[in-house]
């Protein structure tokens, strides 16, 4: 049976919550499929939020804190910054519009920016990891929570900003939760030395009210009423042992039965899940009979080049059904036109850290129902309509209601270091929103101390001088280290590129398709000394033709990537510019970058064992190289690795090959410890 989608407010709200209802007229809804374009003006009119549009200027001018709850397609992130400005409510300063995803802050800020009718960059811009779109003009800046936090670092009292609103916050990504406490600190501290208030509004369609209320100083709810259109939820019977399999099904199921006009989401969990079912999806359509028309898929996920992730806004050919296979990268902020159905499959693929075995694993589990709910939310924008949940009822019940903050499951390394350089004295306390254990803080301060970024004195963690060159990137601490090294190596350059490399979504694409073709051309490039230096060969090949499309469509390169880590490069050789740092060369002495690699990440090295296995020297953790690492059919004896995979068992990524007395060079007295342990 179809099920409500939303469960009423008494159920989101416990008795005695502050809240205001805002409510909405009925009968404004978006036209339907197949009528006749709206313009802008009209469209921003028939927004739910546009009906409570006095009123909630009238509540907002008058408080300092506020949660605002609003349905998925009510209009609430890219309207309630506008009514601010409009209304001249925080125009002596910016109003920031945070977001935990680059392409939503990007998209967003587009969307507003032409309701404005302004050119991008100027009124509205954005501001994501190293690209800036703004201006001395700019007045609506949507950013990602990463990016305040770095502004912060030179500014804790945010003092450009008039208003911050915090969007998305049910994602508690770990910059999220630590923005959060910085912008509670820099309002508190703006009122206590009389300077210009600064307004903090937190937003989402789905969270844990009562805390964000509680944790914002009691801040009053302000629940903006009425979804845009009905969407009925659908269960399945019994238990599916394949979602891939239950996916596949659902949607040639709906391909049959349902009008070609009405197109599919299906969120899976990753690039490889996506690639084989598009495939799949593609192969299976072609053999159907004529009365089932034409389908076209589309996927969806980080690493895709920008071109073919704007596919998706993109309609499909006339007749044609177009079918998005994506990860949770559609789950929130991003509006994708025509889609009728939400195919569910329930999972996720996130990080883990634990703080006993020292490992961050990236493994598939199950969403929450914040999650689900956002998902089905994806359906009712334009129209009403369906989300098919390959899950049964009663396994719905089970799921965790709000996602587990980033912050309680992650290594803590990199938030330790960003907070000592935002000055916070008792780092240990810090008043985060879900307090993170206090073995993973104890963890992080021991990777920054081994690093040689903290000294501990009593209860005391102070950066030392190596630790604030560390916190000038926009980089793990791992990486800042590796970096601020190389001119030891006389490296500089080309560990500026591989860090590079390693900052942004792959910069290799690879069609399952065309195996044989990717394995043919990437031969000349391939290094058995490792990933790092492979993607270094890539990397000095493109720029030697400067980048010309035409070599990277042939060498299954991602030119738009590329581009990035050019951009990203860049940044970070101004920032070692800055610091007065030796640029050299190594030119073609690859054995000096490789040290200098070793002497960066020892904390992430492998030994090969006597069964062939490897075994995560910090940890102890079996582990094995992934099959797309260039060392797979080999068998060094000692590696570095950038990261590890959990799927049916730990894999390392990006290997690089490295010398057991580097390691040892690296960090005597830490791997006299490790020995130590290991012989116990």
């Not at 802008?40 to 907002?60: C, E, G, H, M, S």
């Not at 949607?251 to 969120?267: C, K, M, N, R, T």
């Not at 593609?282 to 073919?308: E, F, N, W």
């Not at 587990?404 to 000055?423: D, F, M, T, Y």
Request: hydrophobic residues 40%.
């Amino acid at each position: 049976m179809p099920q409500d989608p939303d469960p009423p407010p008494a159920k989101r709200f416990k008795p005695g919550s502050p809240f205001f209802r805002l409510d909405k007229k009925p009968g404004m809804l978006l036209p339907r499929t197949g009528q006749a374009p709206v313009s802008v003006d009209a469209q921003r009119r028939q927004l739910p939020i546009y009906q409570a549009k006095t009123q909630l200027i009238n509540q907002l001018r008058q408080l300092h804190n506020a949660v605002i709850i609003g349905e998925t397609g009510s209009g609430k992130t890219t309207q309630i910054p506008q009514y601010l400005y409009e209304a001249g409510i925080g125009r002596q300063g910016i109003i920031a519009v945070t977001q935990p995803r680059r392409v939503a802050a990007i998209s967003l800020s587009s969307r507003v920016a032409e309701e404005k009718r302004v050119q991008l960059g100027k009124i509205v811009g954005y501001t994501v990891r190293f690209e800036d779109v703004t201006s001395s003009e700019t007045k609506l800046k949507f950013m990602t929570d990463g990016m305040l936090l770095r502004e912060a670092i030179g500014d804790p009292l945010l003092l450009r900003y008039t208003v911050v609103i915090l969007d998305e916050a049910h994602e508690r990504t770990v910059h999220t939760d630590v923005l959060f406490g910085v912008v509670k600190s820099a309002q508190r501290k703006r009122a206590e030395q009389n300077k210009v208030p600064l307004k903090v509004l937190v937003m989402s369609a789905t969270m844990d009210v009562d805390l964000f209320s509680q944790y914002f100083n009691n801040s009053p709810v302000l629940y903006l009423e009425g979804r845009q259109h009905a969407i009925q939820i659908y269960y399945t019977k019994q238990r599916q042992s394949d979602y891939l399999q239950a996916a596949l099904v659902s949607v040639f199921q709906i391909h049959q039965e349902a009008p070609a006009s009405h197109d599919i989401l299906v969120f899976l969990t990753g690039q490889e899940e996506i690639e084989a079912l598009a495939r799949t999806c593609r192969d299976i359509a072609k053999h159907l009979p004529d009365t089932c028309g034409p389908m076209t898929v589309i996927p969806l996920y980080a690493s895709l080049p920008q071109a073919q992730q704007f596919r998706v806004f993109q309609p499909a050919p006339k007749g044609s059904r177009k079918v998005i296979l994506s990860t949770n990268i559609a789950e929130t902020s991003i509006t994708i036109s025509g889609i009728k159905y939400i195919i569910d499959t329930g999972m996720v693929k996130a990080k883990r850290f634990n703080p006993d075995s020292g490992l961050e694993v990236l493994a598939v589990q199950r969403v929450s129902k914040a999650q689900a709910w956002q998902r089905a939310g994806r359906a009712g924008r334009e129209d009403a309509g369906s989300c098919y949940r390959l899950y049964t009822e009663e396994e719905f019940d089970n799921f965790a209601n709000m996602t587990v903050p980033e912050i309680q499951r992650c290594n803590l390394a990199s938030v330790v270091l960003q907070l000592l350089a935002l000055g916070v004295s008792d780092v240990l306390n810090f008043d985060f929103m879900s307090k993170p254990s206090p073995e993973s803080m104890r963890t992080a301060v021991e990777q920054l101390n081994i690093l040689g970024a903290v000294d501990r004195k009593d209860e005391k963690v102070l950066l030392t001088p190596l630790g604030k060159k560390m916190a000038s990137f926009p980089l793990e601490p791992r990486f800042s280290k590796t970096l601020l090294i190389s001119p030891d190596f006389s490296c500089t350059e080309e560990i500026l590129t591989i860090i590079s490399l390693l900052s942004v979504d792959s910069v290799l694409y690879n069609p399952p398709a065309r195996r044989d073709d990717v394995l043919a051309v990437r031969k000349k490039f391939i290094s058995s000394e490792g990933d790092h230096i492979t993607l270094l060969s890539i990397y000095r090949a493109f720029k030697k033709v400067n980048g010309n499309k035409e070599w990277c469509r042939e060498n299954f390169v991602n030119s738009r990537n590329m581009g990035l880590v050019s951009e990203v490069r860049g940044q970070l050789r101004d920032i070692c510019i800055k610091m007065n740092m030796k640029l050299e060369s190594s030119q073609s002495d690859i054995a000096n970058i490789r040290r200098c690699l070793a002497h960066g990440m020892f904390m992430n090295a492998a030994q090969l064992q006597l069964d062939g296995g490897y075994v995560a020297l910090d940890t102890q953790q079996a582990v094995a190289i992934h099959p797309s690492s260039v060392l797979f059919q080999a068998k060094p004896a000692y590696v570095v690795f950038n990261e590890l995979l959990h799927t049916s068992r730990c894999y390392m990524r990006d290997l690089c090959l490295v010398d057991a007395d580097w390691l040892q060079e690296a960090a005597p007295e830490y791997f006299r410890r490790k020995l130590r342990a290991t012989k116990s």
